[in-house]
């Protein structure tokens, strides 16, 4: 009797055995599927998490390197240095004023003209 259960037995593992190896591997895709997502964003910088003093750090870097090329009298590749920063910190200033311009033109398609009601 004691083989007739040993024998029952193993045919009922197998399955749950195999049932478990294919939720694995489904879990195991779900999980690399994730995986190429998070590093799509970060890739994109959309997940990056900045530290408060980030930007502080930057501007000394910049500034450090600029003074290391000015004192081996390397001023063109120093000012291009500069003009480069000049264009990163102007970036955000010229997006945001393109989608104010935006705002305006759409409430300007809404809006009729002013006119002053005196005349």
């Known amino acids: 009797m004691s083989e007739e259960q040993n024998q029952e037995a193993t045919p009922v593992e197998a399955p749950s055995n195999s049932g478990e190896v294919e939720q694995l591997k489904k879990s195991i895709e779900g999980l690399e599927k994730k995986n190429y997502e998070l590093i799509g964003k970060m890739q994109k910088k959309e997940l990056m998490e900045v530290p408060d003093d980030y930007e502080k750090l930057k501007e000394f870097k910049r500034n450090a390197e600029q003074s290391q090329l000015e004192q081996q009298g390397k ?17 955000p200033t010229k997006k945001e004023l393109k989608n104010l311009k935006q705002k305006q033109e759409n409430w300007n398609l809404f ?9």
């Open 75 to 91: 001023y063109g590749e120093a000012k291009q240095a500069l003009e480069q920063q000049y264009r990163e910190n102007q970036q």
């Open 111 to 119: 809006l009729p003209p002013y006119k002053p009601w005196r005349k």
